[in-house]
């Protein structure tokens, strides 16, 4: 085949990244892989789209893409460029450069002839597919296409979301309160028809006979019914706030729980991201123990009070029954605009919010390279925004609001209006018609609240969605799995058919055939940035799941087993070491019960006393968030120390020196030689030659996979010695 260059002609002779750079992106080609994609284009805008592009000077196919979708004005969809080695093929279709043309790529059922392993499907969207083995692609760019196109919630999927089920769960947990909340509004709604009735009796029978006998017993009755009143309605709160707190309390907890079970490769990877979603559970619970309260005591009393006005007042019922559809719907038409502008106003905030953290957490970084003005101008522009669609959701909700208190007003002016006639007919008497229209205000007010509820349903919609997609995210263990409790420390560590690559992501990171360590195994991982060693630690230590294949601790699959069982035997340190709040020893100890003397013995072998030792308050001195105040070389001192208390059976170190100076990098060394015993597993990912005495055994990695496995002289022999400083 020939290569189609951006001016439409073939160029022979063309060297591999010329042709990746000119071969032209069909529109047809695209059409076909957006339709497998299930992402949503107008076959016209795409060909004059990819006709404009094709003009252009030769770009990288991923700009190429960029420019495509941004001439159709998409912005929810992201390319990526990689070779076929590194693709993950369940992220399959995409785009696969074969012989000079830009095709779609799928898996297929069908084997070809000559090779027996598996088969891709390629088609242009015009000629019939091609079938090839998958090792013929072997060295092909491909060009992956992520659509961040989501599915909103409909107002019945959001009430049956796990966000809905778990407030409303908790809600209804008891539901004495709910009983309590209903006789108590009912009680209220009741007294209320005492208020129209002691007018109605006041301009009938008090006024034209100036009976004050009569309006001094009428007076002491409305003294008792008021007196009720505000009690019911303060029991009533006092119940709803109990019942909130409760929830609060429950949801917060099951939520933060939930947090702390997140399997770390599926988590978002904004901590901002991640805080605004654990945030929105607070307007969801607000909304649910609130306003549905609400919508099932007050609201359905406007018919009542309705029915009362009929019986009194006679046609002028009609008249606030007429003016009560008006209103719901004028609300149900104001929440499809306020919908959009509630998700981009939390959209933008979510953002900020990110900006915020990341700006705490970074804030040397920003000063030191005097970029903070840059910051604050995102701040301000995120500002911005928020700004924006908070005042134009505001004027909506606003202009309903006053729209419906206006429609409550003309009902009164109608009501008026209709009471003159009846009373001219006789049909009415004065009484009746100011009676009626107390009556009129008890419908208005709470087709206004629901009017304002429908326009918060909308925000609360939103943070449903953003709660969902944190309690949706998978976690270590499956819910209600039975876990497995293993007797005896594990003689071994196996790793079969493991392939693994972050969710959403084309990129495969790791792919190892088949890797085993076994009881007192001292193993080295090297390689160049990148090459997966501290992700395989992480899959090791039960932190990353699997794409695919299994992770086997003694003769059980990890995640099978019990979460406390897993950590009682495995113990892993991370290159960046955290540190919380608290004290020296907190962070020392986390979640290990060891006694003084196995803590004196650890820090001394480490040096981490010279840490306390100007510090009056010793172990006990304070620690700030993130360990600030602290050096790298200190923190990574205590995160070593952590792992050495635990007194694990397999060891996960991920450059466990890597900030140390010489000094404190020996006694590391030290401290580990005396502390692992003979029947420890102990795998260290580093790029430092001095760990090498620590092994028996090491692992080299490039692009996720292991070249070279062997004892340490065999494996610098056969590389030359490049492996020493971590470069093979």
């Known amino acids: 085949m020939t290569t189609t260059t951006s001016g ?7 060297n591999a990244e010329e042709a990746l750079q000119s071969t032209a992106l069909e529109p047809q080609t695209l059409k076909y892989l957006f339709d497998a994609l299930r992402y949503p284009v107008n076959g016209g805008e795409l060909a004059q789209a990819c006709k404009r592009v094709q003009t252009d000077a030769a770009m990288l196919p991923t700009e190429r893409m960029g420019r495509i979708l941004q001439a159709m004005k998409r912005r929810d969809a992201q390319a990526a460029l990689l070779r076929w080695e590194r693709m993950d093929l369940r992220r399959l279709p995409a785009l696969v450069l074969y012989e000079g043309q830009w095709l779609v790529a799928e898996r297929s059922d069908e084997a070809p002839a000559d090779d027996a392993q598996e088969s891709m499907t390629l088609n242009n ?54 009983l309590d909340v209903l006789s108590a509004t009912l009680v209220v709604n009741l007294l209320a028809v005492a208020s129209s009735l002691f007018a109605l009796q006041v301009y009938d029978r008090v006024v034209p006979t100036l009976a004050y ?43 933060y729980e939930h947090l702390l ?36 005591t007050d609201l359905p009393f406007a018919m009542m009070f309705i029915a009362f006005i009929g019986l009194i007042g006679g046609a002028i019922g ?44 970074g804030i040397e970084t920003v000063q030191a390279s005097n970029s903070g003005w840059r910051f604050a101008e995102y701040w301000q522009a995120a500002s911005r925004s928020i700004a924006d669609f908070a005042i134009k959701s505001r004027l909506l909700t606003s202009i309903t609001m006053n729209s419906t208190a206006t429609l409550g007003q003309l009902a009164y002016v109608l009501a008026i209006i209709v009471g003159v006639g009846l009373i001219e007919a006789g049909q009415l008497t004065v009484g009746g018609l100011i009676a009626s229209t107390i009556l009129g205000g008890r419908v208005i007010a709470p087709v ?39 007797d005896g420390a594990p003689d071994r560590l196996q790793i079969e058919g493991l392939r693994f690559s972050y969710p959403q992501a084309p990129v495969l990171r790791l792919n190892i055939a088949s890797l085993s360590f076994k009881a007192g195994d001292r193993v080295l991982l ?49 290159q960046d070491v955290h540190l919380f709040r608290g004290t020296l020893r907190s962070n020392l100890i986390m979640g290990s019960h060891v006694n003084d003397s196995r803590l004196l013995q650890v820090i001394e072998l480490l040096g981490i006393d010279k840490i306390s030792a100007d510090n009056p308050r010793g172990l006990d001195m304070e620690i700030s968030e993130g360990g ?40 590391a060394i030290g401290a580990l030689q005396r502390l692992v015993s003979p029947q420890d597993i102990v795998l260290i990912a580093t790029h430092r030659p001095s760990l090498l005495p620590l092994a028996n055994r090491v692992v080299v990695m490039r692009r996720g996979e292991v070249l070279i496995d062997g004892p340490p002289e065999t494996v610098l022999a056969s590389s030359g010695g490049a492996v020493k400083g971590g470069q093979a």
């Open 8 to 14: 439409g002609t073939a160029t022979p002779g063309m």
């Open 261 to 296: 079970e997140l399997r770390l490769d599926t988590r978002p990877r904004s901590v901002g991201t991640l805080a605004a979603q654990i945030n929105g559970l607070e307007t969801a619970r607000s909304f649910f123990s609130s306003s549905i309260v609400f919508a099932l």
């Open 628 to 667: 600030a105040g602290l050096s790298g070389g200190q923190r990574q001192l205590v995160g070593l120390a952590r792992v050495c208390l635990n007194q694990p059976r397999i060891w996960l170190l991920d450059e466990p020196t890597a900030s140390l100076d010489n000094e404190a990098e020996a006694r």
């Open 318 to 361: 009609w008249v606030y029954l007429g003016m009560l559809p008006v209103a719901l719907g004028l609300g149900w038409l104001a929440q499809y605009r306020l919908r959009t502008l509630y998700r981009e106003e939390m959209h933008r905030g979510t953002e900020r919010h990110g900006l915020l953290v990341d700006t705490i957490q």
């Open 526 to 574: 090297l390689g160049p940035v990148g090459s997966g060693k501290s992700t395989l630690l992480k899959v090791a230590a039960g932190l990353y799941q699997p794409s695919e294949g299994r992770v086997r601790l003694g003769t059980a699959e990890m995640r099978e087993i019990d979460a406390q069982i897993v950590a009682e035997h495995v113990a892993y340190l991370a």
């Open 125 to 178: 969207g015009l000629a019939p597919a091609l079938v090839v083995p998958s090792r013929s692609l072997s060295g092909s760019w491909v060009l992956w296409l992520r659509t961040h196109s989501e599915e909103r919630l409909s107002a019945p999927e959001a009430f049956r979301s796990p966000a809905a089920r778990l407030v409303l769960g908790e809600l209804l947990v008891s539901k004495r309160w709910l």
């Open 213 to 255: 006998p009569t309006l001094w017993a009428l007076v002491a009755g409305m003294a008792i019914v008021l007196t009720l009143d505000w009690l019911l309605k303060l029991i009533r709160t006092r119940v709803l706030d109990g019942v909130a707190r409760e929830v609060d309390l429950a949801v917060s907890q099951r939520v």
């Open 448 to 486: 206004a609240q629901s009017v304002q509820i429908l326009a918060q349903w909308q925000q609360v919609r939103e943070a449903l969605e953003m709660v969902n997609r944190l309690l949706m995210t998978a976690t270590r263990r499956r819910e209600q799995q039975a876990l497995l409790l293993t």
